[in-house]
């Protein structure tokens, strides 16, 4: 038997070992692999910063996406927060994830800086949790207090003074969805096609290929794509953050993955074209 | 993000950690009892989280509006009670009305909202060239419009693929393969970024690094 058979034979477990060892090696001895900033990115943030908002411009931010997936959506969504509360852009805060409110408390920990000099109910405010899909983005459109008659913490809309006048898509200026589903698609449908308004997703690596054509086709003025756009976003912010710091190990992860395949193709070809035993 | 200091927050953060080996044993040993324990645990936690939350959701949504006088609220409720005969064979087909007034309502939100950014701005993207682009914007035009037209031309199944067809439809399925590949290879790397995570929470709750 080749080496390259005993290779392609290993236990699959020795590779999760040294997969799950070899992630740690970057956060423990930072390699520092650089960071470009992809178009996409550079769009978003543009679209969120300097002219295209003003103060007092009303944006959306959804949370989409549950614990498991804070590493990929959560420090883009940290810095997109970050820029707006910069511009003095006044941010509803709402959740299709059943978990929301420990995503609420992770910005609130993440953001708290910036969060210091906002008050709750005039510049922010958190709604909660939503379900129903596709038509519960519609009916968000008419009349947000239709979706939620009060905010997460039992507060009628009509008694926060930042809602005052704020029911529907006309008050909105922009939404930033970040999710692992399709949240992004239902704004691009509801909100974006129908009304024009300025939508950006911030999605997971895995919804790239669904992501990026829809920004090229303009109904998303920009996407950030994964843990990698988080980083791009935390460079462009001025403050590097969780994503910098994750972004060696999942270089690695990435690298030990195209090394593992191609050590399996080298064994296959190895074992049909130079009389292995397979 | 400072470690936390309360004794509650440090019991849950050991648990978190504990239950993610537990978890982690499953590929990196064998199935075991621990495995199935935490396995049990998180799908009882998720399915208690989302009921609370979704009931709580209905309470302030339909059911509140509804006691504060909103008569019409009732309709929904009654439509979502109708959901619950799904479980008793006799009366299963009533169940049928909401579904059918559900799938309506999406059906026609979809197509309402669908055709203009997911087609026509799609289209237009794609066809459109690149305005004073470079060699690499022409070649990634070309591709793309390559791609499109043979990979359309590959779910053509009422023409045999044979003749003329059969060159652009070999090329089609070579794209979408490509394209497969590529979705797939981006949910493994999403998977791994999910691993990354939990790696440095293991890093962390050691206080082998900063929290």
């Not at chain 1, 510049?123 to 038509?135: H, N, Q």
Request: hydrophobic fraction near 45%; glycine fraction near 10%; aromatic fraction near 12%.
């Amino acid at each position: 038997m080749s080496v390259f058979t005993k290779l392609t034979n290993i236990d699959r477990r020795v590779f999760y070992w040294i997969l799950f060892i070899a992630l740690m090696v970057p956060f423990l001895s930072p390699i520092g692999f650089p960071i470009t900033i992809a178009e996409n990115t550079q769009d978003l943030y543009d679209g969120i910063t300097g002219d295209e908002v003003e103060a007092g411009e009303v944006w959306i931010v959804n949370f989409g996406y549950g614990v498991s997936a804070w590493s990929e959506c959560h420090p883009s969504t940290t810095a997109c927060t970050k820029a707006l509360f910069r511009e003095d852009a006044k941010i509803i805060i709402m959740g299709t994830h059943y978990d929301v409110e420990l995503t609420y408390n992770k910005l609130l920990d993440t953001v708290s800086e910036d969060f210091a000099g906002k008050v709750y109910g005039e510049d922010y405010v958190f709604l909660g949790y939503i379900t129903g899909g596709e038509s519960a983005a519609a009916q968000l459109a008419s009349s947000i207090r239709s979706v939620y008659p009060e905010d997460h913490f039992g507060t009628s809309l009509d008694d926060i003074p930042m809602m005052d006048g704020i029911d529907s898509v006309h008050e909105i200026d922009g939404v930033l969805s970040s999710d692992t589903g399709d949240w992004g698609g239902h704004f691009m449908t509801q909100w974006q096609s129908a009304y024009g308004t300025k939508l950006a997703e911030i999605g997971i690596a895995m919804n790239a290929s669904t992501d990026l054509p829809r920004w090229i086709a303009g109904n998303f003025f920009g996407v950030s794509v994964g843990s990698r756009g988080g980083a791009e976003l935390e460079i462009l912010v001025g403050e590097l953050g969780e994503a910098t710091t994750a972004m060696d190990s999942i270089s690695v992860s990435h690298l030990l993955m195209v090394f593992a395949i191609l050590l399996a193709n080298i064994g296959v070809l190895y074992d049909k074209y130079a009389g292995g035993n397979n | 993000m400072a470690y936390p200091t309360a004794t509650f927050d440090v019991i849950g953060l050991w648990i978190g950690w504990l239950l993610m080996l537990m978890i982690y044993s499953l590929p990196l040993y064998k199935e075991n009892v621990s495995y199935r324990l935490a396995e049990y645990l998180f799908i009882g936690v998720t399915l208690a989280i989302t009921l609370i939350t979704n009931f709580s959701n209905v309470m302030s949504m339909a059911v509140d509006p509804l006691m504060g006088g909103d008569i019409l609220m009732i309709i929904p409720i009654i439509l979502g009670l109708m959901m619950f005969t799904m479980l008793i064979p006799d009366y299963r087909w009533v169940s049928r009305y909401p579904v059918a007034l559900l799938v309506g309502a999406g059906f026609g939100l979809g197509i309402r909202g669908t055709i203009k950014p997911n087609l026509q701005d799609a289209i237009i993207s794609t066809i459109t060239p690149p305005a004073g682009g470079g060699a690499l914007e022409w070649f990634n035009f070309a591709y793309i419009a390559i791609g499109l037209i043979c990979s359309i031309m590959y779910f053509l199944l009422t023409i045999e693929h044979s003749g003329p067809l059969k060159a652009p439809t070999r090329i089609g399925r070579l794209f979408i393969m490509v394209g497969l590949g590529a979705y797939f290879g981006n949910t493994v790397l999403f998977r791994f970024t999910m691993l990354t995570g939990r790696a440095q929470f293991f890093l962390q709750v050691l206080k082998i690094i900063p929290m």
